[in-house]
Nanobody
Framework: QVQLVESGGGLVQPGDLLKLSCVGS????????MGWFRQRPGKEREFVAAISFSGGNKYFSNDVKGRFAISRDNAKSTVYLQMNSLQPGDTAVYFC??????????????????WGQGTQVTVSS
């Protein structure tokens, strides 16, 4: 069983930056493909970014490409989501997710086996 705990959410203004963290436990962290998802108010959960086991491969949704970055530190069992140039449309609960496999398609939620509880990010002036 894998436990994931997100942190770093909060209230920021448009144009600000924020860095989310997700710490994993219960399994060797470098054996997990990691992803970030978000759920905006009234919307379904959607893919944001994913990173492969060693960090060599990354995918981003078109909405965040060029503004967000994903990274991981396997020694610290942590995956990060650096969010820059935040906009009100980025307001959402952000979830960390872990899966056992990596493929060329990591956007579907079914690719992930474990989920964190989420952290709220609110972008408002």
């Amino acid at each position: 069983q894998v436990q994931l705990v997100e942190s770093g959410g909060g209230l920021v203004q448009p144009g600000d930056l924020l860095k989310l963290s997700c710490v994993g436990s219960g399994r060797r962290f470098n054996s997990l493909a990691m992803g970030w998802f978000r759920q905006r108010p009234g919307k379904e959960r959607e893919f944001v970014a994913a990173i492969s086991f060693s960090g060599g491969n990354k995918y981003f949704s078109n909405d965040v490409k060029g503004r967000f970055a994903i990274s991981r530190d396997n020694a610290k069992s942590t995956v990060y989501l650096q969010m820059n140039s935040l906009q009100p449309g980025d307001t959402a609960v952000y979830f960390c997710a872990a899966g056992l496999y990596w493929s060329t398609e990591m956007a579907p939620t079914a690719k992930y086996d474990w989920w964190g509880q989420g952290t709220q990010v609110t972008v408002s002036s």
